[in-house]
């Protein structure tokens, strides 16, 4: 499992590096908030999330970052499976908002939608460190269009 998951995150980081121009060897903000997701790492989490972070889950539900971090220390939040594709950037200042397509699994009290996504990311750099600001799910509905990140919202 464990090695499962390290193969999709470090496709995932070759994918972001190459779509977001960052080819070097730094980590990535939204490969390491992927994996602190899936790992439920609250320190890094606690670095990566801006002050206002806001979790937007597949069903509408709003968390900020004290109640996602709150809900993955008490296992209430549980990143079962989380991955990401057909990465497009765009950056506006000191913005970029990373969409892609991928998968997603929690396990929560009410439970969420589960399985294939549009993930929306905005990242904000603020004195030279980059953090998350915005994370969003809308579950999609698999087509021949979603090869290339164009899906049916459900």
Known sequence: MRQKLFKTGATLFLLLSLCCG?????????????????????????????????????????????????????????????????????????AKMVTGTGHLKVSSTPSLPQGLMRFMLVLVTDRGREQVVLFQATPVIATPECGDGNCKIQ
């Open 22 to 94: 960052q080819a070097d060897a730094r980590a990535n903000t939204v490969f390491l908030y992927v994996e602190a997701m899936l790992t439920g790492d609250v320190p890094a989490l606690e670095t990566l999330l801006a002050p206002n972070y806001w979790h937007i889950s597949a069903n509408g539900h709003i968390r900020d970052k004290q109640h996602i971090i709150e809900g993955l220390k008490n296992r209430e939040f549980v990143v079962d499976k989380l991955d990401f594709a057909n990465a497009r950037t765009s950056i506006i200042g000191n």
